[in-house]
């Protein structure tokens, strides 16, 4: 019987493992030249972390059966919060740190039971970073990882930004135990389901506007200036915008503000963007990101240091972008080593250690050749492009 993985999971193949590789190191690389220390952070965790003081729902983590409450990570963002807050309090802020690894999604799947969607990211967190400096670094860092990727892409990847004050800004006047099923309405842009509230509260039946009102930053900044004009929030997006977008056009990135627009999980309370490209079939969320100060908090930070914001590519949606599978840094040198049968393997070995000195991959074909035709024969097959040939 053919047995197949588990529901969400799947095996990856050495070229997609070596793409996966590829990407991973580019990001890295920039990470690296921008001050951005490596950690790694545990895959399973304590409850309560996983859920970051109740910004992420339960039913999204896969729970382990232990004596104590433990998940396997959705996210990193929540663990590396908590060891900045406890193992790296006492380090300068700000405190840039980067890292990769699986991730691991649990959903109900359509029979009824559960799936497990597991993916790897690479991203980055920078905490004790206040003021609108912060936004301005992690964005433009953004900007740099996507140039350097140089993904093939036949339409422009669209940076989607959002604030967690503009939300509020729109319901500013609504009552307070109403503010989440309205809110719920404009961020799934149910229009219907809004015009059902409005029967109700007519007096907020503006609020249907902004369905339809997301598009240039600079446009929609001015349509929200015109209802208000004293928001602290417009001066802090007029700046960001100002600031990227000459950035986007040189990377190639279309910006959108959507003044609706809220994270699948509620880790943030500032600034929120994703970078959305053209997939196979449909529009795919390959990074995402935010501030989230108030996690920083709710694991013990304090103080003017009690800030957090970072954003993370999806490794497995950018390798499997149309066309981005078959981008590759340069192809390498690969030799097969054959031997002739009066030859032995240990002399093989020998050679084969002269070609890794030099840095070269080299593997040995452990069966003897009657002829040198029939080991360029096997060249191909095992996946190289080069022979080495010991015979008489």
Known sequence: MALQPASGVRDLNPQQVQRNHELRETLAEVFRLWGYEEVSPPRVERM?????GGAIDSRDIVRLVADEPLGLRPEMTASIARAACTRFQDRQRPLRLWSHGTVFEGRQA??????IEENLHCGVELFGASGDEAELELLTLLMASLKALRLPLNDPPRLLIGHTGLMQLLLRDVEPNLQQAFRGCLTRLDRLELQELLKGQPQHAHLLQWLDRRGSPV???KQLQDVFPEAPVLKQLSRLVAHL??????????????PTFQPIYELYDGVVFQLVCRGVSSPVV??????????????????KDATGLGFSFCVDDLRDLPGAFSIQAGKQERILLCYAQNQSMEKALQVQAEWHRRGLSCQVDHHPCLTRVEAEARVARAGCNTLEWIGD
């Not at 309560?48 to 970051?52: R, V």
């Not at 977008?245 to 959507?258: C, I, K, N, R």
């Open 110 to 115: 359509d029979e009824g039971g559960l799936c």
């Open 48 to 52: 309560d972390t996983l859920k970051a």
């Open 286 to 303: 390959v990074a995402r990101g935010g501030r989230y100060d108030t996690v920083v908090q709710r694991l013990g930070a304090q103080g």
């Open 219 to 221: 446009g929609v900044i």
């Open 245 to 258: 977008s000459p950035l986007a056009e040189e990377t190639g990135v279309g910006l959108q503000l959507d």
